[in-house]
């Protein structure tokens, strides 16, 4: 953070929506969670006003000519070295190669060699915001749970806690804000070989006694030979009820006023608190952006 305080301090997030509004003319939208996109929906609009942008303002842009390293000498830096051979000399340099993450976007890392070469010290680089390979049941493609609380553990310790949305995005992954959100301390902790384990709690707004007298009002309402399979259709989204059902040691076509006392909190408990380990995270080319890098 002190590192960021300065650039922060100098223009900040109302200067740049400012700046994007009044003088590039770009007007923005204001979307849940303060993020901020162009009205338009286009990004491309803001692409071309930061070119422009760059062109009144003076600059030459060279497109498909990519640098191949800086042009070092006398103990400092004195351009760069086109991968043509073309040096270009320069009072300054910026170095602005982005990370590693999804390199079709042309970020493909080298710029971390370059800094590298020119003495910095290189962080190891690990994908962030990032979907995770979790050891769930088969099935789940597609599914989105909105409005649940997901607990990070490393060790059996919650770590991060959030609120929102989820999804199974194809077998065995998880994506979706809250999953993106914890990925980095999943990621690290993975790393670390720890033991990372997903916890959703697919009713946050209830307690667990809440939960349980539910399920009693359910069964009574659907009457005590509706089967376990209608009560879940009642309490979860369908692609869940199995799930569900097998990680309460719970069957489908018993029926639902024959379940104890013992497996209806066994039943409540897992809607509060459905666990699941995390094997592995997504490749840099699933990540949005790349944590480590150039030690700041
Ligand atoms: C799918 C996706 C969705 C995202 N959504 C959001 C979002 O909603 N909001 C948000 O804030 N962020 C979002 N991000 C993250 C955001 O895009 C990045 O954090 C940001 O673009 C990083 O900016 P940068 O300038 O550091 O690097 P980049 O944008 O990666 O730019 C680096 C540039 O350097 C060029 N380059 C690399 N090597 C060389 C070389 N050797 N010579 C010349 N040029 C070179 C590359 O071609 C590239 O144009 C998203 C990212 C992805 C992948």
Known sequence: ADFFRPAFEAFDNRAAIRWFESEL????AHERGGRIFPASGRA??????????????GAEVRCLAPVSTLWLADGGVRGV?????????????????????????????????MADAAGHRIEPLRPALVPLEVAVPGGLKGLMLKNV???????????????????????????GAIVLQ?????????????????????????SVE???????REIEALGGDTPVKILLQKLLPTQLRSVIARAAG????????????????????????????VRDYRPFTEAIVTAGGVDL
């Open 25 to 28: 003319g770009v007007p923005l």
């Open 44 to 57: 491309w609009d803001v692409a071309e006003a930061l070119a422009a942008w760059a062109r009144r303002s």
């Open 81 to 113: 070295v086109l991968e043509s051979g073309e040096r270009l000399e320069a009072r300054a340099v910026v170095l602005a190669t982005g990370g590693v993450s999804y390199p079709t976007t042309g970020s493909t890392g080298d710029g971390h060699e």
């Open 149 to 175: 609380e997901l607990s990070l553990l490393v060790d059996g310790t919650v770590a991060e806690r959030r609120f929102g949305e989820m999804e199974f995005t194809a077998e065995g992954i998880a994506g």
């Open 182 to 206: 914890v990925s980095r301390t999943a990621v690290d902790a993975l790393i670390d070989g720890r033991r990372v384990e997903l916890s959703v709690d697919l009713k946050p707004a209830l």
């Open 210 to 216: 809440k939960l349980r007298n539910r399920i009693g």
């Open 250 to 277: 719970l069957s489908l076509s018993a029926p639902a006023g024959e379940l104890t006392e013992r497996e209806r909190e066994r039943l409540a408990t897992i809607l509060k608190g459905w666990r699941f380990a």
